[in-house]
């Protein structure tokens, strides 16, 4: 079974649109992430819940909003689309929100804003 | 979090010892050194963290130098399996920053050759 999954793999769109990507975890964790990495492979976490606490990535754009309908899912929904919004997202989860817990990484969703 | 320094690239032979370098001269006392893993289209992967004392796991050994401000990553006999970008990442017990994420650098591809 897949730790943490995410759908779709591959995402294509055109600028202006509305898009969703969903993120799941079996692992029973409490904290989820959002982590974006571009085309110069910098990869940086945009936000982080526990909880029902949000912490964001003060450099995220208002546009990127997560969801999250239960503890196992935090979806991530993207309004008004631009081309610099293209790069892979990368949803993760831990034990806890804390330094010693190891992040287990989804597959990744390639995003391509055209 | 502190700053690290990796080599951009190595070459390992197949089935011999991968070293993988990674400077933290800046590391305070209360930062771990993680080490995680990016194979090509995956998410990144936890390999092994510590804080003073040698760690190793099934995966690798890491090797913290007395002072701290350096550590090698060993996988003791590398496959093709093992082709990756590997980073080096210190991070705080006291905080996780901005949204508790991990902070990636560019990290260090490693090649394994057969």
């Known amino acids: 079974d897949t730790a943490v999954s995410q759908t779709p793999k591959y995402l294509v769109t055109q600028m202006g649109n509305d898009k969703s990507i969903k993120c799941e975890q079996n692992?029973?964790?409490?904290?989820m992430y959002w982590y974006k990495q571009d085309s110069k492979k910098f990869l940086k976490i945009m936000f982080s819940?526990?909880?029902?606490?949000?912490?964001i990535n003060e450099t995220v754009p208002n546009r990127f909003s997560p969801k999250s309908p239960d503890k196992a899912h935090l979806n991530l929904h993207i309004n008004s689309l631009e081309l610099g919004d293209s790069a892979v997202y990368f949803c993760?989860?831990?034990?806890?929100?804390?330094?010693?817990?190891?992040?287990?990484f989804g597959p990744g969703t390639r995003l391509t804003v055209l | 979090d502190a700053k690290t320094t990796q080599p951009p690239s190595m070459d390992c032979a197949e089935g011999r010892a991968a070293n993988l370098p990674c400077n933290h001269s800046?590391?305070?006392?209360?930062?771990?050194v993680y080490w995680y893993r990016q194979i090509h289209s995956q998410g990144p992967q936890y390999i092994i963290h510590?804080?003073?004392n040698n760690e190793t796991n099934e995966m690798a050994s890491l090797i913290i130098t007395e002072d701290r401000k350096s550590s090698t990553l060993i996988l003791p006999h590398a496959t093709l399996r093992d082709t990756a970008v590997y980073y080096c990442?210190?991070?705080?017990?006291?905080?996780?920053?901005?949204?508790?994420?991990?902070?990636f650098g560019k990290g260090t591809h490693l090649i394994i050759q057969p």
């Open positions: 692992l029973g964790h409490d904290t």
């Open positions: 990442i210190v991070r705080s017990i006291l905080s996780g920053g901005g949204a508790d994420g991990l902070t």
């Open positions: 993760a989860s831990s034990r806890r929100r804390g330094h010693t817990d190891t992040q287990y």
């Open positions: 800046t590391i305070s006392g209360n930062e771990y």
């Open positions: 510590g804080l003073k």
């Open positions: 819940y526990n909880n029902k606490e949000l912490i």
